[in-house]
């Protein structure tokens, strides 16, 4: 039976009480008043373990904070990469507005097509006043309006588009195919969501999760750990992405070094036993 929700409001020092009745270590009320009234404020209840310390929180939170920077800077890299290929093959389609050739049976295509048509609507970009001024068409043609669309919009038309030698081609840039792409766009635009919100993402169980690649690339499905919910197979598909877009960013290695720094045990993150073995750790 469901109860009303009558939690009351908790002053700093009440929180700190909290805290400690939790199992955790606070010596310094003063810092940790401080910490309260500056950090985010973690919803979930639950105790400590023993010998856990207000230190060991702050270390986490910083921890994922670096960590979100981190990953908002590599999923940033591959969405302005997955843009570039989608206008380039759009491009080479005869007709300028061969984009709208999608899957209309799909539940999603009004409503994308309704999103799609308000961005263009309200951006102030000057190549697209430029077309509203001049031509007669509601929609740019395929390289102008990826200009205005979102990841997440242009993750949703790439899954949509019917020209499936289109995706292929787009996927093959990647050495994924079309399906593993689709769902890997999906899922990494879910995780800079959270990223962009500050949520916590370093021990998060994520409900959409990324799929399995199938036979390529080589090897990377032998890394993947089946039935995962945690970052560690988010962080091995955008190592694998950011290692063909920009090799030298070394995503992989920043995420180990950051993992030391912090002493932060990846257990909790979904890394396997030995996982540090493969190349890809290590600079």
Partial sequence: MKIPFDKPFRTYDQQIEILRNRGMIVPDE????????HF?????????????????????????????LLILDAIERIEVS?????????????????????????????????ALEREVKRSSEIFIKHFREKYSEVLPPAWAVCEVMSFGLLSRWYADLKPMNIRTAIASAYSLDEGTLKSWLHHLTTVRNLCAHHARVWNKEFTLTPQ?????????????????????????????LISIIAPDQKFAWKIRSLLESHKIAPRAMGFPAGWDSNARWHP
């Fill in 82 to 114: 997955f843009r570039s290929h989608w206008a380039y093959r759009m491009a080479q389609s005869p007709r300028p507005h061969s984009y709208l050739d999608v899957d209309k049976s799909s539940s999603k295509w009004i409503e994308n097509l309704s």
């Fill in 30 to 37: 003063d810092r940790a008043r401080r910490l309260l009234e």
């Fill in 212 to 240: 399995a690649p199938r036979n390529k690339p080589v090897g990377l499905r032998g890394e993947w750990v089946t039935e995962s919910r945690r970052l560690f197979n988010t962080l091995l598909l955008m190592d694998h």
């Fill in 40 to 68: 985010e404020e973690s919803h979930e209840v639950h105790r400590f373990r023993a010998g856990t310390s207000l230190d060991d929180v702050v270390r986490h939170y910083e921890f994922d904070r670096e960590l979100r």
